[in-house]
């Protein structure tokens, strides 16, 4: 199996020491009798898919186990791939996989996909590329849309904002009545969200080494336009997910929110009092550019340790990227990474909470079909964490929110140089 270049400076280090062991070429498959492949994951929607492949597939069963959700389920591979246990297939959010790689978990693919590889976008491609290999196919994606109670903005006579300049003047209009247009991006993946569609890239590659750019231009814009809309209080900095975020999205003291097409099955459970009163429209622009950022997703992963990985790509390329694995996808509430998964959406009921809204599907397939490409890097919570902490202590100290991209920008580069790797 080949190892990225990228990692090949890390050796020295006693963590690199056991992800050389994990990512040696895997044993050769059994040549008699049908293969079994386990797949760990924690999506729903996968177990009945899984029934569909193994009533065709007498030659290759699939075995699901979920043992643990997305936080927790990648400590959990490397504790059985260090005991020599892995399982073949696994689940993995796209920002984990350069990580997943480094550790030694994940299976070059790139030599398995090409015949496949038009099944899903580049932009979906890149999010499962490090370097020069291929670790994994694209599952479910989170093309950024923009969610709004249109209950409450028809009653105000607003109407969704197309671009930045008017999403600030409506937060204005909005405050006025006593509630919120929407929340503060205080978390690394929301930012990275809105800051994609300006060609922002965090990391990225160039022969063996890596360049970081948190605190470039690109993102520098995105949080110098939210600050004063904070400072001024015209958008809450209450933190989503949180129990008073929960109530204030249920009793329309927030109205909006920008996240991936995924939202409406998450507000479902936020706040089960707004069914059918929410609508999906295009994200607003900066400079008028069309190309939509992303966030959440997943990816399935080839673990370093099977015996199998040509059936095993050849399952997850049913499962991800054929019209029927991808639409059973659909069926079981995910978005689908591939072009045929996407095209199966039109054929679903519209969720409930925008069950107003007849083309859901059609308008959230088409902001999916132009997203744009992103490489995560192999130390993306610590840039996640160092921003989110810097950020909200600004908020009472009154520092420059840029601040916290700065701080963010040397602890990622301290931490690749510190771990062995080469950067730009």
Not at 17 to 26: D, E, K, P, S, Y
Not at 42 to 65: H, M, Y
Not at 312 to 328: H, M, P, R, T
Not at 332 to 357: N, R
Request: glycine share 10%.
């Amino acid at each position: 199996m080949k190892r990225s270049a990228l990692f090949r400076g890390v050796v020295g280090t006693a963590v690199l020491a056991t992800a050389i062991g994990l990512t040696a070429c895997a044993p050769a498959a059994e040549d008699d009798g049908p293969v079994t492949l386990t797949y760990w994951t924690w999506a729903p929607a996968v177990p009945d898919a899984v029934e569909v492949w193994n009533e065709q597939n007498p030659d290759i069963q699939v075995k699901v186990e979920q043992p643990a959700g997305a936080d927790d389920i990648i400590a959990k591979v490397l504790a059985a791939q260090r005991a020599g246990e892995g399982p073949d297939m696994f689940a993995a959010e796209y920002q984990k996989v350069p990580n997943l790689v480094l550790s030694g978990a994940g299976y070059d693919i790139s030599d398995l996909v090409s015949d496949f590889s038009d099944e899903f976008t580049d932009a979906n491609w890149s999010l499962v590329t490090v370097g020069d290999g291929v670790y994994g196919v694209p599952q479910d994606t989170g093309p950024m849309v923009y969610l709004y109670r249109a209950d409450i903005f028809e009653q105000n006579g607003w109407t969704p904002p197309t671009t930045w300049d008017e999403y600030a003047d409506l937060a204005a209009q909005v405050r006025a009545t006593g509630a919120y247009l929407g929340g503060f991006p205080d978390d690394g993946a929301t930012l990275a969200g809105y800051a994609m569609p300006l060609g922002a890239q965090w990391w990225s590659t160039d022969g063996d080494s890596w360049s970081v750019d948190i605190d470039g231009a690109e993102t520098t814009r995105v949080v110098d336009f939210w600050e004063p809309l904070v400072r001024e209080d015209l958008i809450s900095t209450t933190h989503f997910f949180t129990p008073e975020w929960n109530t204030q999205m249920n009793d329309g003291s927030i109205v909006s929110w920008a996240a991936g097409a995924w939202a409406p099955g998450t507000i479902a459970s936020v706040a089960p009092d707004t069914a059918g009163l929410w609508r999906i429209a295009k994200m607003p622009t900066w400079d008028g550019e069309t190309s939509a950022g992303l966030f959440g997703g997943s990816s399935a992963m080839v673990g370093s340790t099977t015996k199998h990985p040509e059936e095993a790509v050849k399952f997850l390329e049913w499962l991800n990227g054929s019209d029927e694995g991808s639409s059973l996808l659909a069926q079981g509430g995910l978005f689908p990474a591939s072009v045929a998964g996407q095209a199966a959406l039109s054929d679903l009921p519209v969720p409930e909470m925008v069950s107003g809204q007849d083309d859901f599907w059609e308008l959230a397939a088409d902001i999916a079909s132009d997203t744009v490409s992103f490489t995560w890097g192999p130390n993306v919570q610590i840039a996640f964490d160092t921003y989110s902490d810097t950020v909200r202590a600004a908020l009472d100290s009154g520092a420059p929110f840029s601040d916290a991209l700065v701080a963010a920008q040397d602890k990622v580069v301290s931490d690749l140089k510190t771990t062995g790797f080469t950067v730009k």
